[in-house]
């Protein structure tokens, strides 16, 4: 674990507390919207100067994972991404996924599916939504949610819910120009 978070009572271990306390089974689909409502508590009530946050934001590391749950498998990443980052289209499997920006502006665009989905190598995505997380904001996207992230302003500090670790499950990236879908 790159952050210690047993240390200290701080704003995560508490965030991470309430979580682990929520979660369950982690079958409840209203799982997802609590977790975003915990994390714009966390997002809000934690300053600049808190030392693990200062650690993160001087550090300026693309991906850290700050916490992964020893019980329900849940991980908590922390990314701090330059103006400019972008990644291609993308789902999350089976998981659901759950972002909040704490400094920066950064663009999540949701993409919907045209086609039927028959042929695993293909895809026809248009754009459906475009989120705009400035500090303090927060989007959940659910299993099979099609999204790419965009740091519009940086550095933007960027918290990433994972409900499951994603090495683990079938999950694709897309080519909007080409129609493709890969497995990644
Ligand atoms: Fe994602």
């Not at 975003?36 to 934001?57: D, G, V, Y």
Request: some cysteine; glycine content about 8%; proline content about 8%.
């Amino acid at each position: 674990m790159a952050i210690s978070v047993a240390k200290a009572e701080n704003s995560f271990e508490r965030y991470i507390e309430q979580i682990h306390s929520i979660w369950g089974n982690g079958k409840d689909p209203q799982l997802p919207f609590m977790v975003k409502a915990l994390m714009e508590k966390f997002l809000a009530s934690t300053p600049p100067e808190e030392p693990w946050m200062a650690e993160l934001i001087r550090e300026a590391k693309p991906g850290r994972e700050l916490y992964r749950d020893p019980e329900h498998g849940f991980i908590q990443m922390g990314h701090v991404h330059q103006k400019g980052h972008a990644n291609t289209p993308h789902d999350h499997g089976p998981c659901w996924v759950v972002y909040g920006a704490y400094s920066g502006v950064t663009d999540i665009t949701v993409y919907r599916r045209t086609d039927d989905g028959k042929d695993p190598e293909r895809a026809a995505l248009v754009r459906k939504d475009l989120h705009r997380l400035t500090p303090g904001v927060v989007y959940p996207y659910l299993p099979g949610d099609i999204h790419s992230v965009h740091a519009v302003e940086g550095p933007a500090v960027v918290f990433r819910f994972l409900s499951t670790d994603l090495e683990k499950v079938e999950r694709y990236r897309y080519n909007l120009a080409k129609g493709t879908a890969t497995r990644v």
